[in-house]
């Protein structure tokens, strides 16, 4: 009589058995799904970073196709397809981001951005201006300063440079671009300051320091910027202020600059080494 009886407890221990592994099953996943999320994160992170561009334009397009739904990545897939310098593909992927439902502001920025990399500058003007006024950030300012300086409309240009600027903890590159607007005004103080002030923020910056010194070459102050410097970029920045020395007609001053340039490049320094053989040509004729 007791056998049913322990037949159902048996049975009863069984599917709690089942059930307690099913839900041990469930919390491992759980688990490992987490995990995997971490590391997918940073993988994500060094694709967007480290990694070849068009290795990771590979990745993000393969785990886009596997995961549609995802829009983390199909805007990895958009910033590696900038990296990899395809701006008009990357556009194309923005603008289905920007316009999906999960789209947001920054997103649309970023739209316009990869618009202006495609120089598609009128379509970029339209995509920031359904960005409601109150989205106020770096990127926002940034592009709105570079769309104001392709319209010349300098004091608008001006005013969102400066704010970009306050907006961000490393504005070496905005300062850049605003002193780069400022040189092709004529405004050559004006970018000289602009240049010098970026690289107090990052003194690596090569392109910088060849502005401030065309900036300062503009002025006829053709002495090379005391900003750190290697010996190779010393020798390219005298043969910059020596070309500008040289169009703006101070021949001489520019063969000294080039033979600086000759004399300080570690290696041979073809470019300074033909314009000067050229200027020496002028003379023997002469």
Known sequence: MRHPVLN?????????????????????????????VIDETNLNDIMLTVADPEEAVAYFRKTAEQNPDRI????????????????????????AVAEGPQGTDE???????????????????????????????????????????????????????ETAAGLTTRPAGVLNNWGFSKLTR?????????????????????????????????????DIPIVPMTQRERAELLYTAALSAIKQGDVVTGKGLLQDAVDTSPVHFEQAARALEALDAQVTKG
């Open 72 to 95: 983390d990545v199909q805007r990895g897939l958009a910033k590696s397809l900038i990296r990899a310098r395809k701006p008009t593909e990357a556009a194309q992927v923005w603008q």
């Open 8 to 36: 159902a407890l048996c049975i009863a221990g069984v599917v709690a058995l089942a059930a307690c592994e099913k839900s041990s099953d469930t919390k491992v996943e759980q688990a490992l799904k987490s995990v995997n």
């Open 107 to 161: 997103d649309r920025v970023a739209y316009a951005e990869a618009l202006i990399r495609a120089n598609d500058w009128a379509r970029a003007e339209a995509v920031l201006n359904t960005i409601p006024p109150t989205h106020e950030t770096y990127d926002r300012y940034r592009i709105e300063a570079m769309i104001a300086d392709a319209n010349k409309k300098w004091s608008k240009a001006d005013s969102f440079y």
């Open 186 to 222: 004529g405004d050559h103080a004006g970018a000289e300051k602009l240049f010098a002030e970026s690289l107090t923020y990052d003194s690596s910056v090569f392109t910088a320091k060849n502005n401030l010194v065309l900036a300062r070459a503009a002025q006829r102050k053709y």
